[in-house]
């Protein structure tokens, strides 16, 4: 990896946040920052100081307006909207607006011919339906969307899930069959409007955030906060979605536990992910004897 300091790889992630601002400011796009950033936000005015990325939550109808409006109206030389499609699989489950001016080479993106630069993750949010049998259907779609979008087995949810997922892959070997499976998967899990329901929760963030419910009024504004030498918007209900989400917020977590949690094949932030074709991702390897 490129000797480069985390603060700097955190005002790149702010660069790249600012123009995602001005992008929606400008087409009446609803964002808030999520996550790390959002605590960050209210404990440190800024990056939790071992953070390394930004991540950001869209209502579900906002974020398919910014998929489309981005390639007529983005710098999009500068920066991509990434997202999986029939013809293109990123491993992720929801957009990335990345920075092709710079490099963040991730593991399980080597064989991609995608836009390898820093990224700033989009995350939907949606309605969680008031009906628990329609929630149940919900979970199970989610579940499906999420196996034939990222294409990939499940890691870090045990044994029985990772081999589950092999075996559905191994059914449809098909990526055209895959690409009908999770948007066929997909209507049936975002079907289920914002404002018909009283619950928001995530269902392209992981099997652990699927489970989340927050309460609508939450997410209805977004409330204004400094960030950095700036503002950013966090959910007017910051404190229930943050206790929802992840427990004692204010509070630091262990010593131990305060260090970045994404890790990157290769990082290069004065140089484009083009430099590296053929080095660092779609590397070209002998045929086998």
Avoid at 247 to 271: I, R, S
Wanted: proline share 5%; charged share 25%.
């Amino acid at each position: 990896m490129s000797d480069f300091s985390l603060r700097q790889l955190q005002e790149k992630s702010l660069e790249i946040a600012l123009y995602f601002k001005s992008f929606c400011k400008k087409h009446g796009l609803l964002f808030y920052l999520c996550g790390g950033c959002c605590i960050g936000a209210l404990r440190h005015k800024g990056f939790i100081p071992w953070d390394d990325d930004v991540d950001v939550f869209m209502p579900r109808k906002d974020y398919e307006k910014l998929k489309k409006l981005w390639s007529e109206y983005a710098d999009t030389e500068k920066y991509s909207c990434v997202f999986s499609d029939q013809n293109l699989t990123d491993g992720n489950l929801f957009v990335t607006i990345r920075d092709n001016n710079t490099t963040a080479i991730k593991p399980y993106q080597t064989n991609m011919d995608i836009s390898h630069g820093v990224a700033l993750d989009v995350l939907p949010l949606d309605g969680w339906p008031n009906s628990r049998i329609k929630r149940k259907f919900q979970v199970f779609w989610a579940l499906i969307y999420s196996l034939y979008c990222a294409q990939t087995v499940p890691s870090n949810h045990g044994k029985t899930v990772a081999l589950c997922g092999k075996i559905a892959l191994l059914i449809v070997p098909s990526k055209k069959f895959r690409y009908k499976i999770w948007k066929f998967a997909e209507r049936k899990m975002t079907k289920y409007d914002i404002k018909d329901c009283d619950y928001i929760t995530e269902l392209c963030s992981g099997p652990y955030y699927m489970k989340k419910q927050y309460p609508r009024s939450a997410f209805d504004k977004a409330l204004w906060v400094k960030f950095e030498d700036t503002e950013m918007p966090i959910p007017q209900g910051y404190d229930i979605y943050l206790k929802t989400a992840f427990g004692d917020y204010m509070t630091l977590p262990p010593e131990e536990k305060q260090k970045p949690h994404h890790d990157a094949v290769f990082l290069d932030l004065n140089n484009s992910y083009k430099k590296y074709k053929g080095v660092y991702y779609l590397i070209e390897r002998d045929d086998p004897k």
